[in-house]
């Protein structure tokens, strides 16, 4: 089964506005960790901003910020004032457990385009 | 302080040749993973380091892939006689610790483009 789903392949906004990625997961286990990474043309991942699933606040990053809605398993990432240099891929992950080796599971990602 | 560095950058291959990708985990960082990216996809795990031992290698493909770690740093992924489909970009990440938490976070390296013509 899936674990982290990204429905949106590709998305498109213009420059200054707000843009939400979206982001599902599953997992039985009640210590988790979200994740989102960008990763350019260039190729490296970029860690952009982390969530705990016993977070009481949504986690925000300078213009990075993430809607966690825990009962519906979502982990929304929005970038707000968008610019030209936020076009890349983006990837939701998720790491379940608290301790241990803590590999991170992928979604196949949403292609951002931000247009002049 | 340096990121996590991998070489080459880029390696193209012949099938049936071995081939050896190298990381440089952040210094202190205790715990190194490896993933595989293919075109147009989400990173697929590999292998897992906690100092030099590798509790988790389930993600490995087949038994052509392994991997090492020496001195608690540096890694290195070996694919023997390598095929087409093991052509992807090979992405290296270290973390410092087993605490969890946002301040746990893995960082990746800029990964190596591997082609097998």
């Known amino acids: 089964a899936q674990k982290i789903t990204q429905t949106q392949p590709g998305m498109f906004v213009q420059e200054k506005e707000a843009v939400t990625l979206d982001c599902t997961y599953d997992?039985?286990?009640?210590?988790?960790?979200l994740f989102w990474y960008k990763q350019p043309s260039s190729g490296e991942m970029i860690f952009l901003i982390y969530?705990?699933?016993?977070?009481?606040q949504n986690a925000t990053e300078g213009r990075y910020s993430l809607n966690f809605q825990k009962a519906r398993k979502s982990a929304n990432l929005v970038i707000s004032a968008s610019q030209l240099g936020d076009s890349a891929m983006y990837f939701c992950?998720?790491?379940?457990?608290?301790?241990?080796?803590?590999?991170?599971?992928f979604g196949t990602g949403t292609r951002l385009l931000v247009s002049p | 302080g340096a990121g996590v560095s991998q070489s080459p950058s880029n390696k193209v291959t012949e099938k049936g040749k071995d081939v050896e990708l190298r990381c440089d985990p952040i210094?202190?960082?205790?715990?190194l993973y490896w993933y595989r990216q293919s075109l147009g996809q989400g990173l697929e795990f590999l292998i897992y380091?906690?100092?030099?031992?590798?509790?988790?290698k389930s993600g490995l493909p087949s038994d052509r892939f392994s991997a090492e770690r020496t001195g608690g740093s540096v890694s290195t992924l070996t694919i023997q006689r390598t095929q087409q489909e093991d052509s992807a970009v090979y992405l290296c990440?270290?973390?410092?610790?087993?605490?969890?938490?946002?301040?746990?976070?893995?960082?990746f390296g800029p990964g190596t483009r591997l082609t097998v013509l």
């Open positions: 380091f906690q100092g030099n031992s590798a509790p988790d």
């Open positions: 997992t039985s286990d009640p210590s988790y960790g």
């Open positions: 992950a998720m790491r379940e457990g608290r301790t241990g080796f803590q590999k991170l599971v």
């Open positions: 969530q705990g699933s016993y977070d009481q």
């Open positions: 210094s202190g960082h205790t715990a």
């Open positions: 990440a270290s973390r410092r610790g087993l605490a969890g938490g946002p301040e746990d976070t893995q960082y």
